[in-house]
């Protein structure tokens, strides 16, 4: 069994920053490609941000130059630290990762979801 739980999301007015954390735990052998997505009331989730084993990221065009990821391996957490909050920024933020189980095989996971709210 594998979990991924959140933490970090709450309200910040326009212009604040919040830090979110995941952390993996459970059976895992491996942990492949972790990021971020998000969720707005009566809209798709969509990309916020991902981070390969090898460094590579890729963000969403919205929030290049805002957010940045970054994961502890040894630890299995992901952070996404936002600067610049926008209102449009609101919305539940939901933990994703690829993870190898023992004695299992690849299979992607999601956390319960965090809500950031952003006033203006």
């Known amino acids: 069994q594998v979990q991924l739980v959140e933490s970090g999301g709450g309200l910040v007015q326009a212009g604040g920053s919040l830090r979110l954390s995941c952390a993996a735990s459970?059976?895992?052998?491996?942990?492949?490609?972790m990021g971020w997505y998000r969720q707005a009331p009566g809209t798709q989730r969509e990309l916020v941000a991902t981070?390969?084993?090898?460094?590579?990221?890729n963000f969403a065009d919205s929030v290049k130059g805002r957010f940045t990821i970054s994961r502890d391996n040894a630890k299995n957490t992901v952070s996404l630290q936002m600067d610049n909050l926008k209102p449009e920024d609101t919305a539940v933020y939901y933990c994703?990762?690829?993870?190898?189980?023992?004695?299992?095989?690849?299979?992607?996971?999601w956390g319960q979801g965090t809500q950031v709210t952003v006033s203006s």
């Open positions: 459970g059976s895992i052998f491996r942990i492949g490609a």
């Open positions: 981070l390969t084993t090898g460094g590579t990221t």
């Open positions: 994703n990762a690829n993870i190898l189980v023992r004695l299992g095989a690849w299979n992607n996971y």
